[in-house]
């Protein structure tokens, strides 16, 4: 299956609505609960612990809708099975990626490329599930760790897009702002933009561990 099969697959077109329908409910409470937050401590424990959180069961809410499509392939044990094998699969997969997006802002020099977040989860959602594939399919020899040129790929399409993201936020945002008389909305819709902008990342490492089984 190659990346515009993928991106364009009925099953990834549906979970692209899907999360698109969940972050518009997402800033929806986002706005409320901003307007509702007085105290500082309060909002540093919803800036550093709730968003991080919300963010982290989207990301993988959508990876796990798009499996085994992400992977290029479409026949696969169901993602039910692969959670059910062991009973702190779920709660692993939802801490590291948790950790990832609570953690990555706080690491010195490439903490402060946002443009990388969102892939980096992706990233490591794919990697996990696909190591739990291989051990319920019986494959044993596979890499993880993607080509140079995939790589390059990869970063060229993250930072492009993300800028991209960013552009379409402040222009909607900056008039969300006018209408409803408040500011923010644009770090909002970018949050919501983002990953739908920078998911060919995610399905090109994707493809790339698929057809190590295929």
């Not at 492009?160 to 923010?184: P, Q």
């Not at 970018?190 to 089984?213: D, H, N, R, T």
Request: proline letters at 4%; charged letters at 10%; glycine letters at 4%.
């Amino acid at each position: 299956m190659t990346l515009s099969q993928t991106l364009l697959h009925q099953q990834t077109v549906f979970a692209i609505m899907l999360y698109c329908i969940s972050v518009i409910v997402a800033i929806m409470i986002f706005a409320f609960i901003q307007q509702k937050i007085n105290n500082p401590f309060s909002r540093y424990c919803w800036d550093k612990m709730a968003l991080p959180f919300i963010k982290t069961l989207l990301i993988i809410g959508f990876i796990l809708l798009v499996y085994p499509i992400n992977y290029g392939i479409d026949s696969a044990p169901s993602i039910t099975e692969l959670l059910n094998t062991d009973s702190t699969r779920s709660n692993f997969l939802l801490n590291i990626i948790f950790l990832v997006t609570f953690f990555y802002p706080l690491i010195p020099v490439i903490g402060k490329w946002e443009e990388l977040i969102v892939p980096l989860q992706g990233f490591f959602a794919s990697m996990i599930i696909f190591i739990w594939l291989c051990s319920g399919t019986g494959v044993e020899n596979y890499s993880l760790f993607p080509d140079f040129k995939t790589i390059t790929i990869i970063l060229l399409i993250s930072f492009i897009t993300h800028w991209l993201a960013k552009y379409v936020a402040a222009h909607i945002g900056e008039y969300l702002d006018r209408l409803y008389n408040r500011e923010g909305f644009d770090i909002l819709i970018f949050k919501a933009v983002v990953l739908v902008m920078q998911s060919p990342v995610i399905f090109i490492y994707g493809l790339y561990l698929g057809k190590q089984i295929n």
